[in-house]
């Protein structure tokens, strides 16, 4: 099993940044795919960042494209979320996920899930 733990949510006015983390524990052992999903209440679970395990190689929506950054620590099993010119509508629960074997935008190909961080932009 793998245990996932978010932290760095909060309020931040428009413009602004938020560092998102993620740590891991558990059975960690090989590199797990990591990814960062989004959710406003009453709707689907979005897709944000995701990021190979294997690869390195990093994954954004459209819509936060060239603003998040999606990276990872491995000797601390932590992966980031940097968001930056953060705007009203990046409100949401943002949940950190992980896999063994799937790197992908599909929220329910992810085995292990964090609670979710609160992140509330204000205009």
């Known amino acids: 099993q793998v245990q996932l733990v978010e932290s760095g949510g909060g309020l931040v006015q428009a413009g602004g940044s938020l560092r998102l983390s993620c740590a891991a524990s558990g059975r960690t052992g090989g590199t797990l795919d990591m990814a960062w999903f989004r959710q406003v209440s009453g709707n689907v679970r979005e897709s944000v960042a995701y990021?190979?395990?294997?690869?390195?190689?990093?994954y954004y929506s459209d819509s936060v494209k060239d603003r998040f950054t999606i990276s990872r620590d491995n000797a601390k099993d932590t992966v980031y979320l940097q968001m930056d010119s953060l705007k009203p509508e990046d409100t949401a629960v943002y949940y950190c996920?992980?896999?063994?074997?799937?790197?992908?935008?599909?929220?329910?190909?992810?085995?292990?899930w964090g609670k979710g961080t609160l992140v509330t932009v204000s205009s």
């Open positions: 990021m190979s395990g294997r690869r390195g190689s990093t």
């Open positions: 996920a992980a896999d063994p074997n799937y790197s992908g935008p599909r929220s329910r190909m992810y085995r292990y």
